[in-house]
């Protein structure tokens, strides 16, 4: 009986197991929940009765007594209050877990083997598409596009210059042109011929051309790396379902555990490094 209750336990896969745990995990938690609820609830209802009997026996003994336990218990549920989990604590124990793991509860185990896989997928999720982009667009499309560019006319002719970027050569052009005519005037460099300016000109276009030519074919495997990325980071989500799911669970019992300051502070951080990048 034990043999075949120890076979079907490791014929259970760790995404079952997860499944199960989380399940166990949540209904500890409404449980405790709903005891927390009904405490709450008559402690209420006996703080009421303490402060009516409290204004009614006022000019008693016993009242400062009253006021005290009452002051006391209050107190009491502040610090209760302040030992919540707040985004530090769950930030530090998502890094580096407990000491003690024996005196861990159970749910805490549960988030700790979620938080663990839920930052491994992570860095997968951002490592693998970003490493796909990098070496397609550096290694396989821009070494293609330029061999292809020199053997295909039509090709060289689509990633060739555009009307609005030769106007730009142009204009650097007059300026290059300007500021050899204003060293000459203020004796920086000799006089230079008409020839000369040519010549200097006609390197500086080209150089300016080269440059464009080699931006519009980056904007072009731009494209093509941008899709790889995105197909990587879909398969990726597609073929991994427990670990979105484990992913999600983690997200969910962080934020959770943020105090309503703490979410109001993020909210704000994460506005103004949007506005600041923008």
């Known amino acids: 009986m034990l043999e075949g209750e120890l076979e079907s336990e490791r014929e259970l896969s760790e995404a079952e197991k997860f499944e199960s745990w989380r399940q166990r995990a949540e209904a500890i938690i409404e449980i405790r929940e709903a005891q927390e609820d009904t405490r709450n609830e008559g402690g209420r209802r006996w703080e009421d009765w303490l402060l009516d009997s409290t204004n009614k026996d006022s000019t008693s003994s016993w009242s400062p007594d009253w006021d005290k336990g009452i002051k006391e218990s209050e107190d009491k549920v502040r610090v209760e209050s302040a030992d919540d989990k707040g985004l530090v604590e769950s930030v530090r124990y998502l890094i580096f877990g407990r000491e003690d793991d024996d005196d861990m509860l159970y749910e805490d185990r549960v988030f700790h083997y ?13 490592i693998i598409p970003w490493a796909m982009d990098f070496l397609v667009h550096d290694y ?21 210059v555009r009307r609005h ?24 460099s000799p006089p230079l011929s008409d020839e000369e300016i040519w010549r ?35 398969v990726l989500l597609y073929f991994n379902q427990s670990k979105v799911a484990l992913l ?18 993020l909210i704000i951080l994460v506005t103004d490094i949007f506005l600041g990048l923008t």
């Open 114 to 126: 979620a938080s663990l896989n839920s930052a491994k997928f992570l860095a997968v999720l951002i």
């Open 140 to 160: 396989i499309l821009m070494p293609f596009l330029e061999r292809y560019v020199k053997t295909v006319p039509l090709a060289a002719q689509m990633l060739d």
């Open 165 to 188: 970027q030769k106007l730009e050569i142009i204009e650097e052009l007059k300026t290059e042109r300007g500021r050899f005519q204003l060293e000459v005037e203020i004796g920086k």
């Open 200 to 234: 200097e000109l006609r390197h500086k276009a080209l150089e300016l051309r080269d440059e464009w030519r080699l931006e519009n074919r980056r904007a072009f495997a731009n494209i093509w790396s941008d899709m790889v990325y995105g197909i990587s980071l879909f």
């Open 248 to 265: 999600k669970f983690t997200g969910y019992k962080i934020i959770n555990n943020i105090s309503d300051t703490g979410k109001a502070f």
